[in-house]
T-cell receptor
Framework: DAMVIQNPRYQVTQFGKPVTLSCSQT?????MYWYQQKSSQAPKLLFH???????NEADTPDNFQSRRPNTSFCFLDIRSPGLGDAAMYLC???????????????FGPGTRLTVL | QKEVEQNSGPLSVPEGAIASLNCTYS??????FFWYRQYSGKSPELIMF????GDKEDGRFTAQLNKASQYVSLLIRDSQPSDSATYLC??????????FGPGTSLSVIP
């Protein structure tokens, strides 16, 4: 089945210890997104890729970086996690299409990050 | 003014009733609108999208869009306990960015 996969589902790290979250997709979508969602809050867009073009949100801290080595994979690197970075990290994909329905975002299951 | 607003709830309805969820947005040029359901600890799951004024029905769900009023709603008919979740409204704005509302928590009481 075509899908968006995130690994790991749960990640525990120590304060300041770098961590990498991964996302892969079999939908062949050219747009990939990373969102941060804290408890009882809306998903907050960190950045997204149109193909290889990286688009960073203005308020995304420098502590967050991303890599997209190919169409299928995208990584979120947190260089020095702080306690405030504990959250659910959601990867989503979409097609860059003219029709609104074809530009729908599809989410992976998320990675819950705990910072000790 | 926040870009996408929703009543935070919780909204409680008895089983079998109609649940009505509302969303307003500030960007008049917004193009398309999405409703997601999110269970606690899970990722958002698309329920439906709408981009033309009027109603769009899919099973027990009906989305309603009124661009003049900058308002979109989701009706859930014959609500079931399994519908208990947070419902996120998302708007693709005129600058092609998807903005999520804070979500409305729905509780369907058996």
């Amino acid at each position: 089945d075509a899908m968006v996969i995130q690994n790991p589902r749960y990640q525990v790290t120590q304060f300041g210890k770098p961590v990498t979250l991964s996302c892969s997709q079999t939908l062949n979508h050219n747009v990939m997104y990373w969102y941060q969602q804290k408890s009882s809050q809306a998903p907050k867009l960190l950045f997204h890729y149109y193909d290889k073009d990286f688009n960073n949100e203005a308020d995304t801290p420098d502590n967050f970086q991303s890599r997209r080595p190919n169409t299928s994979f995208c990584f979120l690197d947190i260089r020095s996690p702080g306690l405030g970075d504990a959250a659910m990290y959601l990867c989503a994909t979409s097609r860059d299409a003219l029709l609104a329905g074809e530009r729908t975002q599809y989410f992976g299951p998320g990675t819950r990050l705990t910072v000790l | 003014q926040k870009e996408v607003e929703q009543n935070s709830g919780p909204l409680s309805v008895p089983e079998g009733a109609i649940a009505s969820l509302n969303c307003t947005y500030s960007d008049r040029g917004s193009q398309s609108f999405f409703w997601y359901r999110q269970y606690s600890g899970k990722s958002p799951e698309l329920i439906m999208f709408i981009y033309s004024n009027g109603d769009k029905e899919d099973g027990r769900f009906t989305a309603q869009l009124n661009k003049a009023s900058q308002y979109v709603s989701l009706l859930i008919r014959d609500s079931q306990p399994s519908d208990s979740a947070t419902y996120l409204c998302a708007v693709r704005t005129s600058y092609d960015k998807v903005i999520f509302g804070p979500g409305t928590s729905l509780s369907v009481i058996p």
